[in-house]
């Protein structure tokens, strides 16, 4: 039986460490909306150690010991660094503070498979949130939606539309460059999405295909959809956009997405699609068919891929 003996990295400090977390999360194509959140849920963790202290000199204790302290933070506080002295305020999300601590745990167990560490992963209290439904628009929203908007603010029309017959997260639409458009194929080339598996290839349906072609031909930048990649400018922009029609909470630009995934299950029910190819063109993870790979897609798959998409009709 073989032994291994390894040897602890004491040196290793916290910023260190997470600038090689980060690394290989962009080696593996993480989306640059997720680097930004890391970054920002580091900013919160510096607020209670020295990014310059070692790693092995933390404990499992320590995460225990800040989520309380981060539970009273407003939910401003790492843009202003000012914490209200008395009254109410409102405070990090239990979402938000679940998603940190989430990330905490992720970069922990990297530092331990990097042997910068041998504590344990960190524990954490899930915390309760209010979580809000997202629902489908209806026919009449979507109506309102590209008709008030033409006027409004057109290039919102292209982002629902494109929503609708792609099932793209806001975030992938805002960083999709001219580079991932293949306009010989008609193939919309996903290359950075919020998880690893929402990498992947979707056919551009017929009614999308001349905002494409107009916008690959006539931007002026290496970016599709926007002028510089940036999430959080168009994303408050599509939401004004939106918002300024429909008043209902539960429906936002993720409604699209919503939209597409009923049309395809409404397929599916008919024996039109497959719930494989379904998964294929959400994004969604399919550990039982570990066959198919975005990057081996063989005639027969695009096909069905094609085929499925060009149902689509609202």
């Known amino acids: 039986m073989l032994h291994f003996k390894c040897e602890l990295a004491k040196d290793t400090t916290i910023k260190d460490g997470f600038e090689e977390f980060l690394k290989y999360k962009q080696d593996e194509g993480i989306s640059a909306a997720s680097i930004k959140t890391y970054k920002t849920f580091y900013k ?94 209806d026919t009449l929203e979507l109506q309102v939606l590209i008709r008030e908007n033409t006027a409004y603010d057109s290039d919102i029309v292209d982002y629902i539309k494109i929503g609708l017959y792609t099932g793209m997260r806001i975030s992938e639409i805002i960083e999709l460059k001219k580079d991932n458009i293949d306009l010989k194929e008609n193939l919309i080339n996903i290359t950075k999405s919020k998880t690893k598996s929402g990498i992947r290839i979707i056919p551009i349906h017929k009614n999308i295909k001349e905002i494409i072609n107009k916008r690959y031909e006539e931007t002026n930048t290496d970016y599709l959809f926007s002028e510089d990649g940036n999430i959080n400018k168009y994303t408050k922009r599509i939401s004004k956009g939106i918002r300024k029609f429909i008043k209902e909470p539960s429906k936002s630009f993720h409604s699209t997405r919503k939209n597409f995934t009923q049309k395809l299950y409404e397929y599916q029910q008919q024996d039109l699609i497959q719930e494989n190819t379904i998964m294929r063109l959400l994004g969604h993870s399919n550990n039982k068919n570990l066959s198919f790979s975005v990057y081996n897609l063989n005639k027969i798959d695009l096909d069905i891929l094609r085929k499925s998409i060009d149902l689509i009709e609202y």
Request: net charge positive.
């Open 44 to 137: 919160y963790l510096l607020i209670f150690c020295n990014e310059n202290k070692p790693i092995h000199f933390f404990n499992n204790n320590f995460f225990k010991e800040i989520q309380e302290d981060i539970k009273k933070l407003p939910k401003n506080f790492i843009m202003t660094r000012h914490k209200p002295t008395d009254g109410e305020y409102e405070k990090l999300s239990g979402k938000y503070i679940n998603s940190m601590f989430s990330f905490y745990k992720n970069l922990w167990n990297f530092f331990n498979y990097k042997n910068y560490t041998i504590e344990k992963p960190v524990e954490y209290l899930v915390l309760k949130t209010k979580t809000t439904n997202i629902l489908p628009f």
